[in-house]
């Protein structure tokens, strides 16, 4: 390739020596027909300089297909070893867009490098040579401004890769976070992370923007670097005509010179450091990608301070007094409703007076003047069909939504926007899907108490049967991948969170449906018991029997009484409590069903043995 690429060297040389000749030998000498001999010269140097180029393309195959051959095979080696070494974390997608997409983009951008690398310096080399052969003193001229450009360009490549990797690191780190709120956008609301999640993504952003700017700057001075190489020459060649031709230097020399400036030399250098300026990013990071050994882990996201540490584990203290002995206890050990009529005086935990909502102006209310009162302590599970307002009023309760009309209070203060700050410390929602973050199992149980102690999380983890999920994440300090977790084992987690917060209000919008009936019947005993109120939307009967009082919402009305009483005042609550034993008497059945199938089906295999 490099024997072809010296005909375009040629064909460089040709165009600005015949345009020379030309004139001070053809035309300015009065022979037109050598000058157009000499245009001639040029005209067929064009010619082989296209030949040179079809023939260095061909050449470049062998290049550039061992190169991508060479990617693939560390891509292979790559997903081998990651499978090999951890087949839970293997990430087969990267795998595949490592052999397809990102060694197809290394292989345009290394033969596009390639290209322009080398027709920069073949077209320089044949342009210096011809400055040359017309006059020295040409390249006492042009040479200076074009080595100062170069050297200036060449100075900013460590620095503004530097800057452009950081910029994609701080990019990529952005969007994981992103993803990562906007799939748990709900929880973030409920537990009033806003400012802190606001003062991650915030941090990350002003981050991007600082490196936007140095990049920006660094943009600018490559602009410069090529306008000194590009540009100075022609001015400094310009600006010492007068001398020149004083020297000896004839027309068609200066003429040939500036054809070399403006048709090869400038065009080929912008041609580079455009090149280098966007696919030598993109091979750049992409080749990091294929010198990983394996798949890396998830990187932390850059905030411009140190990284976050795991919530303080300072030695186990003493036992917390609502569970001095550390074990569950069997029955709910705080007294009956009845028995708390002597309370009345108290701040209720909640309190809805009048509370309408609707889901846009002139749509149908799915809750109307709905009042209801909240004890401290009380366990109150929320039942009906579906879509009849649920989860709307959890929301409510959060301070997600804003009634139309009415008011919402938890702990005797507002629950929206207009309450006290910092609303994690009241209340916490639990959703249906989970929210769990990449960290340390501790961060994840004690993100919404950072002081919490070991003793604290490990407590957690006992009540709620969670050691078995903890010891295979790695303890409290092992690393967490939401990607990897069962939608039972995010609710646990998640459930674990809720149980170490702060919060005196727990709301639970089915956050257990995906749990099975003894570990979700395990996990309600554990919260009821917690200090605090239980506000729990039910999806089985058996959560309904274990709450002090049961919400029935039935459209325009609600009934709200212990589950005794609604069997006898409400036909709604029958009939979903009877479709209830229904299902739970249908499950039970197709279970027995195929154990029976099973058993059958391995006396039969021992027979045949």
Known sequence: MSGWSLLESGQTFLGGYGVARSLDDGFLAGRTSTGLLWLCVAAGATLLGGLAVRQVFR???????????????????????????????????AAVSRLTHQTEIARDSFAGLVLTARSFVFTTAGALIGLASLDPALLIVVLPPLLTGLILFLATFPPMAGAQRAYLDADEALSALSGQVAAGLRDVAACGARTRIAAEVGTLIALEERLSRRLARWAAVRSFALGVAGRLPLVALLAATPLLLKGGLTAGALLGALTYLV??????LHALMTAAGTAGTRLLVVLERFTDQGDCP????????????????????????????????????????????GRSGRTPAAELRGVTFAYGTGARPVLRELDLTLEDGEHLVVVGPSGIGKSTLTSLLAGILTPDAGSVRV????????????PQLRRALLPQRAYVFSGTVAENLAYFR?????????????????????????GLHGRV??????????????VGRAYVSPAPLLLLDEATCHLDPETEARTERVLAARPGTLVLVAHRISSALRADRVLVL???????????????ESELYRDLVGRWYHDSESAAHERDRHAHRSAARMEESDATA
């Open 59 to 93: 050449g470049l195959a062998d290049l550039v297909e061992p190169f991508r051959d060479g990617l693939m095979r560390r891509a292979v080696d790559q997903a081998l070893r990651a499978a090999l070494a951890d087949p839970a974390r293997a990430d087969p997608t």
């Open 263 to 268: 048709q090869a030399l400038l065009p080929a």
């Open 298 to 341: 998830a990187k932390e996201i850059p905030t411009g301070r140190p990284p976050s540490e795991p919530p303080a584990l300072q030695p186990p203290g003493p036992e917390s007094p609502a569970y001095p002995s550390g074990q569950i206890p069997a029955e709910d050990p705080r007294p009956a409703q009845s028995a708390r009529s």
């Open 411 to 422: 702990a005797g203060a507002a629950a929206g926007p207009d309450g006290p700050a910092h």
């Open 450 to 474: 950072p002081d919490a102690s070991r003793a604290d999380l490990e407590r957690a983890a006992q009540l709620l049967c969670l050691e078995d999920l903890v010891r295979r994440l790695g």
């Open 481 to 494: 991948d939401p990607r990897l977790l069962s939608l039972g084992e995010r609710q646990q987690l998640a």
């Open 554 to 568: 039935d459209g325009d009305r609600a009934l709200c009484a212990p589950h005794a009483t609604l069997l006898t």
